[in-house]
């Protein structure tokens, strides 16, 4: 099994339960989750030797987290415990026109205070073929911005395949901090997953007309933007999720990349919607396990695509799919007949 | 805070979870709900200072449904204790083109069987700017019919604006009856509310060619018809909401208004249904508060519209929106897209 | 009333809560159902005398079984009690692209080990008026196949019509069994049921070019494949339900038939799906209860996809409509208003 | 197997899940049930052919209350239905020292508004062996008492033996209304149920000093009373099951019985209480299937202590326990091992 | 009504349903509750115009506290809007021997940010007659510290009656700075609440040996305290609830006070616990209701301990009682008998 | 971390909800458990490096299976994939006289029907300490006996410490069977479990008079036992727990152990029970970690004793308890205050 690392903050989702709103709630649907975490646990699906590097609270929630990712086959001995909390977000299930809502409550948390005496990279890197992380984890704190760094130095050190998706997050940090930090974090990256809106607010890149509200996408502009990420910073691939957001309860989900070659555009699935957080975690996973499989870099694409697609119909933030649900996706069989 | 006040019935409402038919359920879930009650919470979810008026027996049932009223910002204090019992209704939660089902179960409720010495409406109405009730109210009882009318003599007498939803229900009256009682109530009215079938049974207007059922309007025939209701009552606006059901669990919905000079057709949305009753409550309550506000009809009409077709996405008789988020989908954003 | 009987297995099913994948399941709704155990339900609730015959293992899982067979106004008194344990099927359930899935666990189950000793058949079929069975029974072992061609003997002694869902389930026998067997006994039935897959998999009759898969609908070859089906052994009818698997979540529905004279296809209904399984099962009851309540087989075939296009709304497997209900569908109220 | 009639109310039990107080619950627990219900599912348990007699709505409510009836084995044929509505009690749990509450709404039921034309008489009696009621049925409202008497009247020409269960219930009438009622339908009696608050109430027997509130009991009191009871009426039986109430979780439970020559005290039972509805219920059918089944009255009045005993630990009004159950724990085994 | 303000934090809590461990939750039930907010629910209940006085985050979780709060009758006029945070604490139910266990998750919550400026404390007391604090308040920051010192001098500057609950809380501050600042504000206390921990973490009082693990009271050791306390700040009354924890299901329960002249035992409860947290809350604000309702110390103190009784019966932070339940339980009736 | 394994059957455990009997279940909770993944279970919680090696079919079941022992840290590499099924077991939950109830439908599971072939001992037993198993899984089939004894003696090859836990299951084997099986592996064992019963079913010793369900307890019938037992096999230490079931609810907990020279009986504990299903494997896992970690056999025996009782408060099959909270009740803290 190839050994694969992420590195981010895992937190605790609140979620109501049948569309009701936060008002309304007697009881929360507790998952663990987060955009590395998430990536971790498809990975982990897949069949790679998947770990997660993290800090959680020496508390018995902190332990909870750790259980959950172990029960998907994430391996957790790198999460080191520790500091004052979890993460939290509370999560509004939306429908129809009504769009979901997240509240976040993630200051002060454990992995937002770590430093980097917590973690071994050398250790942690040692035989990793993939490193993944995401532009929240540098923007959780000043220190979280040097961890994140020291990861990628010794990734690199490593010779691992590294991958960021953008992510830009208004909370926790501006847009000018972050086209500061991320900048510098991306001679690091073989792979950079991120739409034209992360572009622009973490790496500065003006996107084209694209208004995402309408759910009309502008092709050309990803054309144009991810020509000149690739000649910016010499990316493998640029590669991002497409959604077009007709209701909170429909989607029309595909995907775009980029070789430096040759510009591609996926198969676009129309979606009902379950839950669609995690959703381009479950895209960027599926992506990485492509390549790591050894598809070239379209049917990559496709396999992220489908995967994410098939994660919009399963509740919390995880993706639990396996290779071959994805693969007969893939071979065309979006009919939904029951399987027996 | 402008003083708003409605009068009428609050009722238990005992749904089944999960779409399932009555002789399925294992358990009712609980809300309380009835048209002015409905419409007494969205007003103080828009802020205004909102009195709901009615009666409701001495026992812990009586007081939960207090409880909610309050729990959403209801002023309860002229809710007169005592009488028999709370009315109830069942409700089976359709899907596609299984229709949902309501069993009443209303006669002699405390409302029903509560008398003008209940209430003191020169103090209910002191300093009020709005009151509003609902075809539903006089039709409980010969003493109900008594009690709106003494509430609407008072009301006028202190120069209280009144709203009127003509919701003919056939479980409770004849339309004979129905247009002797209400015909006689209509010169306290300013704003009518209802569609061509309550026109019909309510007030004995005879409406054009509608075939509800197909869900085909006919905008010409509802402004045939609120027409000759101006003309006769010489309300400043008769409003509409229009359904279109295509289904049980997708609707088209949008709304008709005159104002004696101009007959005018809202935007329409389609919605994916979450609960759909109390629809039109929070359609009249969006344009009250649209009036009460300073907008002028046609902008009103479309803030209850839009509130309204939130409702439908909203578990419960009561619509939990804020102006802030109707004023969202004014604007256009209808995508749905997670708001963090 | 008039009495009917089928024979068949009743498993428990055990299923995930809304849309939970397997892993994912920390508990399961637990109903009862089976192919011949729903037509039994649904031919109680149109007020026929219903009588299921099966065997169940003496325990309170059994007697469970029992209990919901009873609540729904089966008539159970031919259930015999004894052998090792009730079948199960466990069923996740899929939403868009996400097909459901069924684990069976049902081998060994009483039923399928029970003899011809178990049951009166002379008793059973004493005044009945039709005999329905599909071809999992015989399926289920050597037994089984044995006690079901017992039954059709005595069924036809007494006079019963006969009517056979052909229902090939892959991990009970292969073809070539399939075929010994039931080709034998076809010459008990009058009505057959059953799309081209099955007519081939357990009849051998080879079907025109129909991917059910992109829900194309190849009405020719079905037509041809019916005659074919008569001529061989004299069927009164041949139908079938036909589905488009549009997603997990939407499908169309409709049907047709072939009455020696005439092929008809009924009308198609586009249902939202609540829970699709059982649907071939009222699909069955709704043309069975037709023809015996004095209907041609065109209406019948029309009552039959109402009360199953109704079925894909309801949880579990039993259909709980009435006859009023499917009738109202059929006069072409299909518009979901709330009904109060 | 013997044929059992039982007349009386069913009704719409709601109960807060989990000791909720009523304002705290968000949804009800749905049961139906009622003293000569409860009593009619015990019987069926116990394998005799049990009918209830009774009047419902029609509709889905009233259905549901007579699907519940039928999973447990009762039969329903002499269930009329009509009229407006089903009675319905609130039920909120009790835990230590505060107490379980009860809140009825059952006036205008179907059954409280029934005639004596809705029923047979003599068909239900034809072949019945024991005829059962309460103290509630001739409550309910003045044509309910003459009802009473009638099927009374009807028993007793059929040669059927009569329980009845006094159980005075203070929201139904006056002690002065009940002692004239009761005292006259005391003649077709042979069974008498009742503790001496019952019998004070509704036959004006004075009782000794029994303080139920402290748990004290006396029997001298009771066996005083029995014999005052038998001579008047000349009853086969008087029973009285005996409750102390050491708190709403736990109570002591025994019985007491006169058969004109000895009076009897059985063993008694300390219960963890689950739910202590219908405890009175279970009581007298395990009395009365004691006596059909040819014990003895003391063996009789312990397997109506010992079946009510475990009605306490069994959620919802219906006793769900078996001959062989309450025979286990006859036998003495109070152990609560594990069954494997 | 007479006017009683509290000043504190409202928390959200988590608990994990039905005993689960945190490990084992896959949801946790959702209430809002802290010592402060629980004594202004309770006095709420009692018929006074309770106020609560806090500050909350401007999001829908901040509402939800809010709501709560109005659902049980609280005014929350005073409650201001801002900051970063809700407060959390998280609940595992114990049993047996199993204890429950909290982790909180507090810091930089709104009001432990809150300055003096967010509050109109002349507002907020004109009119009011007793205002109540414990010690968690001041605990919370610097800041609280002061604002709860700017509310003391407020209130006595309107001639409120002042109690404190002293409570301490070893995660917020140490029991030197405890001492510090609380010895300070006991100036402007008349009725001080606190066991003998309490007496000594916070005020520096020696308490005399009481074991409270095993269960064994000192009640002499109270009463030489408390004279010490009497004497120390003028104390009008000084009383303490007495836990005897038998276990995590099974407590003891009574309290004890000081007027100055006599000290007096309560009566003493056993308890079946259904939730525990709010114990001392309730016990607190029923001796307020007790002396604001013109009881004598010993009778308020009756009325306190029947109270807070009670409960340990209900879920949540909040007593749901009111004043005639409690008034039920102090003439004697523990027996927990269904109430009709 | 000390390799320990584990060998035996991990089940799908299918509970009714709230003390609900099976014929009201609508639902069932779902856990996964059996003996030796208990012990695997408690093991990994106390920080070994817990090793289950068992055999589970391929489908989704069987992974949920794996997942639930992966987070609660259990080890799974050796848990072969194939055969035809998982084992369930039923669980009624039984409360005060009413006794749980278990179905064991386990027939045909995969491990049941696993070969030596599947397992590879040598490398399973590489670098292990400890090696325990049941009297359960010699019993599944005679394949599962000869695949125990070949895992023994690859324990014994690698110098492993083995325990069994007798546990005698009537419906596995005989008395006769078991003996003949079980008296052959004991040779290979060093730490036997069991009580009285299992010691006299499996292996023939006659025990003293204990009456098992009456509570009381007979010390000295278990140390003649347990010396006849340690003279026969040379077993290292003889323990069993001691269960006095005074009802479904409450039970007494203490063991007793002996190891060659000294009879132990250890503290006794009250447990009100949660869930009881695994107390005795609880048990022995307690004790091995005891032993493991260095404590002697009394100091373990506590360990155990103090840690099962704990489990009756935990709902599922396993113990979900840390070494520091057995160690708080060891240190005598039973009182279950609340812990923040």
New interface residues.
Partial sequence: MKKVVTLGEIMLR?ST???????????????YGGGEANVAVSLANYGLDSYFVSKLPK???G??AI??L????VNTEYVERGG??IG?Y?L?S????????????R??SSIAEASVNDFDFDEIFKDAEWFHFSGITPALSEEAAILTEEALKAAKKHGVTVSVDLNY???LWTPERAQEVMTNLMKYVDVCIGNEEDAELTLGFKPGKTD????ELELAGYQNIFKQMKEKFDFKYVISSLRE??????NGWSACAYDGNEFYHSRK?D????D??GGGDSFASGFIYGILSGKNFKDALEFGVAAS??K?????DFN?VTVS?VEN?LK?????????
């Fill in positions: 609140l339960p049948r569309f009701e709103r936060f008002v309304q709630a007697e009881s929360f649907d507790v998952v508390n018995e929630i332990q909870a259980n959950q172990r029960r998907y086959g004052n909390r939290i509370y509004e939306g429908a129809s026109m009504r769009p979901s809502k997240v509240v976040y409550d200051a002060n997050r208004k909370n995402v509200t309408t759910g957001s007709y209701s909170a309860s429909d699935y979606v009902r919607i379950v669609r957080v697609a098939l919009h119909t399963i509740h919390g639990m649900e996706l065309g069989d979006a009919s939904g007949r029951v399987q027996r």
